[in-house]
Nanobody, 124 residues
């Protein structure tokens, strides 16, 4: 089992920045790939970004490229999502997830464990 806890969400003005954290406990975090997804009210869950087990390979949804950066610190068992130039349409609950085998990073079914999520609200 891997337990994931997100933090760092909040209310921010459009154009601002937030850094989300995903703290992992349980099995060795460094053995898992990690992803971030988001879900806005009334919308389907959407892929944001993913990173492989050692941080060398990253994946992004097209609309996040250049604005969001995913990273991880395996020594701290923590993953991060740096979000810059935030827009009102980025408002959502953001959840991190861990996958033992990351075959298709944007496919939520590829992930084995999920956090509860953290709310990000961007005011325009």
């Amino acid at each position: 089992q891997v337990q994931l806890v997100e933090s760092g969400g909040g209310l921010v003005q459009a154009g601002g920045s937030l850094r989300l954290s995903c703290a992992a406990s349980g099995r060795t975090f460094s053995r898992y790939a990690m992803g971030w997804f988001r879900q806005a009210p009334g919308k389907d869950r959407e892929f944001v970004a993913a990173i492989n087990y050692n941080g060398e390979i990253t994946y992004y949804a097209d609309s996040m490229k250049g604005r969001f950066t995913i990273s991880r610190d395996n020594a701290e068992n923590t993953g991060y999502l740096q979000m810059n130039s935030l827009k009102a349409e980025d408002t959502a609950v953001y959840r991190c997830a861990a996958a033992s085998v990351l075959g298709r990073p944007a496919n939520q079914n590829a992930y084995d464990y999920w956090g509860q999520g953290t709310q990000v609200t961007v005011s325009s």
